[in-house]
DNA sequence: TCTCCTTTTAACCTTACATTAACAAAAATG
DNA sequence: CATTTTTGTTAATGTAAGGTTAAAAGGAGA
């Protein structure tokens, strides 16, 4: 882990900024790879595996915030940072709003860059211990695969599950039996914690018990005010 | 919702500043105790547990980074979040350096405060993966276990156990056989003490006399004017 | 544009919970 | 022993959370 250097993408049209960051980032250690422009930002996160990604807010034709819900798409997980060019609140909220980590004025200190992309990888590495590469899920008579989007009962025909759906099933499956807190799945699935996304997500549960209903051995139990509990009787 | 509000510790010693902060956290759902200097800050951080501290940096007496670190003695998990007078670049490297998870420049704007502790809490409750604290305990014949929320007798069907009761009869528990103080479980569940919250408890007290009464060997006696003590009989 | 699929929002209903009231019983007080 | 205080218990009430279905809104691709 630690001989590994990290992976940063780095999405900058000033080239002037964008090759001296780089340079500096290289220089600490980190592996650079740098976009000029959102395109082909995208186009390079496609391609590579990330640790990290550092997005300017003001870009020609493709905007950060616009790259980052792309991105966002494809992968839940990574971290994000913003460099917003001056203190303007909408950027920042709006950067929340689409699962920022952190987010930066310009001009800003190199040294405060390097403590804030440090603390956000170690984060990242404590919080994704196991969860990240689990895909496949025994429930009950069910497979659940989880990058493939299908859950199988006995073996028979797939049944297509929606992103939502799956990554719902997923977050439950992690939890077997045990508590699964409304929280967590706010935070993880929809980012947001407010009633609309807590009853969306109720929709979605309901969603999950019409499959489940297949094998009387699974079901999924509520414990009021504070989240599912996904069991498996045997 | 009640009993779940975020808690906050506001430490800041400009009286004007902190209690307009204080308001306004608290109009946006947060409970918050403020204190005006380190020392107080610090009292108050040991009596409660909180989910978040905001701490001012330039204050007489106790700054906040010597009152960060005594936090951090005590607690290496709890969020902080620092208010830095001016972007000194120091503060802010300092800052991290005791674990701050972030820090705001005064003035700032109240909404992106808003937005960051948002976050970190969120952050952090994702990150509570499997806290080993106790919630299972044995109760005669029964099981008690407090995270899940269900009491089960013989190894039989659970039953469920409203937030109250749980907690109730978990503090009576560990306590078992001693006195558990009134004022304990009215200041620690009910965070309040009258007349109504002490007519509350008993109720509650009836209701768990009521589940354990399956089990001759398990009582909850009262001791008058002082408390309970669950009791188990051999 | 018009589909199809997904997600959110709305509506309505049920269940779960906590509080309060009311009255009875026990314990303390003096 | 009369009176006050505390506790035991049950029931009624009000509110919040969750279950479910359907309609509306959004979004991607034809």
Redesign the pocket.
Known sequence: MEDQKKRILLVEDDPNFGTVLKDYLMMNDYEVTHAKNGMEGFEKFKKDDFDLCILDVMMPYKDGFTLAKEIR?KNTDVPIIFLTAKTMKEDVLRGYKVGADDYLNKPFDSEVLLMKIKAIIQRKATETISDSKQFEFKIGSFDLNSKL?FLRFNGGEPV????????LLRLLALHENDLMP?ELALTKI?RDD??????????????L??YLKLDDKVE?????????RLVINT
Chains 1, 2 share one sequence.
Request: net charge positive; no cysteine; aromatic share 14%.
């Open positions: 798409e989007r297509k599950l929606s992103p939502k759906e799956n990554e409304r929809w407010n009633y609309f996304t807590s009853r969306s997500m109720d929709v979605y549960i309901a969603k018990r019409k999924i139990l509520n414990i009021h005010g504070e989240g599912f």
